[in-house]
């Protein structure tokens, strides 16, 4: 274990969120606040950085696989750690678990908050989540991966660890060169998000702030109430499902489809049709739902038209944006969604599982997989009609190898297990047991652990948008940070951590 | 720069590790995908799966927009194919690895040319004239030259310990250099060389005046050409003999290659344990060449061919391990020379520690060649080889660049960094502390691994 270069790479990491806590400082400043809780952070970040610079300096500069592993998952915890302190000193969030997890919850895009009432807190502390989100978002490391050669810092082993799922296509022969294309994408969604969301009439830090966390598939906001209730706009709707959309693709055919002009690639993606089969088919579901909860057929006449249609209307916006915002694991709310009809609720909890497009912002099991499961599934029912057939597993025209497949499969059963095992400790552990009923549930528990593995947001239940987990023990917290940090890394880079192998010289 | 390397052998993937290294945009292809895996992991390149010599793989691969194109796959019709076809598409530059002589040959280039195939490379025979090289200079461990007219030499040169006073009346000459520090060699002996680096067991250093030349040690000299026969005189090398008499072990390719670079005036021979491959051997080989069928181990045999009396020893089979085991015991048995091909990069570094003598690999042969290619087509400086883990590079000084402002002692250059020599004007000349550097001049840097990025600015 190269821990030197360890120590370094963190160092170089802590320098960039050292600048993010100086940006959030900038704008206490500007409104006025009290922003003394932002300087002692970024001194401290910024003294640990040198201090890190220091013990890793003349490192070694070959970086073995574990390390990669070592450094994602270590710098995800050393940015939470650093970034509570805000938390902390602005008396924002009281005790250590709750201000971790709100942390985390940032730099995990999951946006599940502990902060009751959003509306009352200064603005930079709701910029500092917001940013927190959207770092987070396209991957510290794989925006690093562009600075990090600078520094002569092996940047392979990093990619291997960091860019998981099944297949990653590079844009370009070099890393740092994919990481600048990827993040330039990533950059100029978040500016058109930004516009977009102007033009629709919200202020500058609003819409800000709704960009950072729509195109990181965040979903920290800066009001607590329910968007359709803040704004009163169903223009900003739409264009937030829009970004929620499109930051649900993979990014590689975003670039592709935008800066190359291959459009016929992006509908002939397998992954992302996909996609697409899996929120339209759920939003037609809801919306039809909702809009026989909402009238009346059978008493319906000619008068009522215009009345059915502005309801249809609203059952479509209400539906599309819920959908997206929980598929893309972003977890905005234009609405209470727990207060639908209950026969929705299987379809939302499997939508917050089913995840976006690999390659994207989000989080979840993502389509990739569910494309290739299905591939395989009907290979195997063709199999029993043609025993002797030879199938491979294609998809977007090329072989998937059986390693890939078994791999995914791997996957599936610690994602299932690591689900349940969260709902069990929670279960347990998740309120004082002198809490009502109403408050906790064991399909709560269950929400709670597949919004967190998922980095989703809100969940089922008493947590979903409405209310904050701030309810919950530290424990829970701590378990759902933890589950957070497991899910967004795609499991296997912090399990690997865990076996015996890997602490073997 | 962009560039494609098909084929994911040895050679392709060697390629591939150096030349990322160099911050290339690699594209790596194969039809393979385990081998292309493998590397994969590794290396910062993008490798696809896809049969070089198809078209619309070329075009996936980007070869429109190429600036060099490498085919080094196993077949040689391939490569020509490939390369003339990534030619067609749009690569500026093309090279093709051949298996053929005659192809060689300058008469023949033009109907390459024509194909669209600028530069052919034959590992085997690149290999070969450096094996006859080192043969001539069999006190040398290894040599390059520099320059147009190839008067800037380096060398390598291992250093033994003195005889002791008894042995000295029968004639075996002084090491003069051993025991001295650098300082005290230039003021006895004058500056007609420039020691550049030292690699003393696995540890490369890069010497300043106060450090002292052991025995056992490898010794890097940069001098003018004129100025070898000093060399060997202090190195205490005056009593190596001319090689008349060489063995090659293993009849492969490269031996073949090797008979025909060698001069006329060698007696050779060439032991080779398949009957059939003897009998194909003795009409491709040079008349003077004897062929003898018998196992490379079969010490009694090397021993009936007078194993003890031949000045150079050369180990070619398809084994590193025979290799290097049967130059350890040729050198046992007094061959001053000895040569052995070692295709495991692994192996490179033991094989300097067993005093194997010259190290013969095809691949960074092949590599370097490469290398060198680029640095004449349109590169400013190029990482040309590497040396022990030193790097050494090629650097154009430019017009105003920081390195003219004042001479090389008062640059400040970071440690670990020597400039050696450089060519003005097309003459070589030894850079020293008084050198005032110019615009244009050709400098060889010899630089410890992974410090060539910060020479850049000092030649900017």
Redo the contacts between chains.
Sequence with gaps: MNWKLIIKVIGILLSIEAGLMAVCMLVGFCYGECFYPFVWPTLGTCAVCLLCRLLGRNAPSSMSRKDGYLVVTLSWIAFSLAGMFPFLLSGSLPDVASAFFETMSGFTSTGATVIDNCDAQPHSILMWRSLSQWIGGIGIIFFTIAILPAFGVGEVKLFAAEATGPMHNKVHPRISVTAKWIGSVYLLLTALCIVSLLVCGMDVFDAVNYSFVTTATGGFGTHSAMLHEVFHSPAIEYVLSFFMFISGVNYTLIYYTILRGHIRRFFHDAELRCFIIIFCSITLVCTLALLSERTDFAGLTIQDLPEFFSTLELSFRESLFTVLSLQTTTGLASCDYTTWPIMLMPPLLFVMFAGACSGSTSGGFKCVRWSIIFRFVRNELRRILHPRAVLPVRMNGQVIQPQVIHTLFAFVALFTGSLFIGAFVLAFFGVSPDAPREIFDYEDALGLAMSSLSNVGPAMGYYGPAHSWAILTPLAKWVCSALMLVGRLEIFPVLVLFTRSFWKR | M?IIIAGAGAVGTHLARLL?KE?M???LIDPD?DKLSKVN??????AIPIEPTSLSGLEHAGVEDADLFIAVTPHESKNLLCAALAKKLGAKRTVARIDNYEYMKPENRQYFTELGIESLIYPELLAAKEIADSAQFSWVRQMWVFGEQKDLVLLSVKMHDNHPVADKEIGNPDNLLVGHTLKEIGQKHGHAFHVVAIKRRSETVMPYGDEMILPRDLVFFMANREDIATIRHLSGKDDYPQVRRALIIGGGKLSVRADWELPDSMSLKIVEPSLERCEQLGKMTKERTLIINGESHDMDLLNDEGFGQLEAFIALTPNDEENILACVAARRKGVRKTIAQVENLDFLDMAEDLDVGTVINKKQIAASHIYRMLLKSDVDTMKMLTVADADVAEFVVKRGSRVTKSTVMKLGLPRGVNLGGMIRDGRAMLVGGETQLQEGDRVVVFCMA?ML?RLDRYFK
Aim: net charge negative; glycine share 6%; hydrophobic share 35%.
């Design positions: 962009k990322s911050n945009d690699v594209v995908e992991n590794d290396l910062d390149i993008m992974g990025k």
